[in-house]
Nanobody, 123 residues
Framework: QVQLEESGGGLVQPGGSLRLSCTAS????????IGWFRQAPGKEREGVSC????????TSADSVRGRFTISRDNAKNTVYLQMSSLKPEDTGVYYC????????????????WGQGTQVTVSS
């Protein structure tokens, strides 16, 4: 059974940092493209960053480029999202998702989703 679990969310002040983790069970993460998405209240889910399966190609949204870094630890079957210089507009529920064939920042490209972890950036 394919399962994804996010962790690492919380409350942080503007300018602070958080590291989110996405741990997989039931499959090898390095065989799937993994994306991080977020959804703020009243807004659509948007792509944040993703990493391809075989060659580790990364793409990120303009709004987070230079502040967020996606990485993968195959030994731990975990993908991370290191977030720094956080802003109030980064607040939302963050989800990781996996796809065996798709890639990119469109939610529709992904087949498996975690339950999400809340990130709140506020003073």
């Amino acid at each position: 059974q394919v399962q994804l679990e996010e962790s690492g969310g919380g409350l942080v002040q503007p300018g602070g940092s958080l590291r989110l983790s996405c741990t997989a069970s039931g499959f090898r993460l390095d065989a799937y493209a993994i994306g991080w998405f977020r959804q703020a209240p009243g807004k659509e889910r948007e792509g944040v960053s993703c990493i391809s399966s075989s060659d580790g190609i990364i793409t990120s949204a303009d709004s987070v480029r230079g502040r967020f870094t996606i990485s993968r630890d195959n030994a731990k079957n975990t993908v991370y999202l290191q977030m720094s210089s956080l802003k109030p507009e980064d607040t939302g529920v963050y989800y990781c998702a996996a796809s065996p064939t798709g890639w990119g920042l469109r939610p529709a490209s992904y087949d498996y989703w975690g339950q999400g972890t809340q990130v709140t950036v506020s003073s």
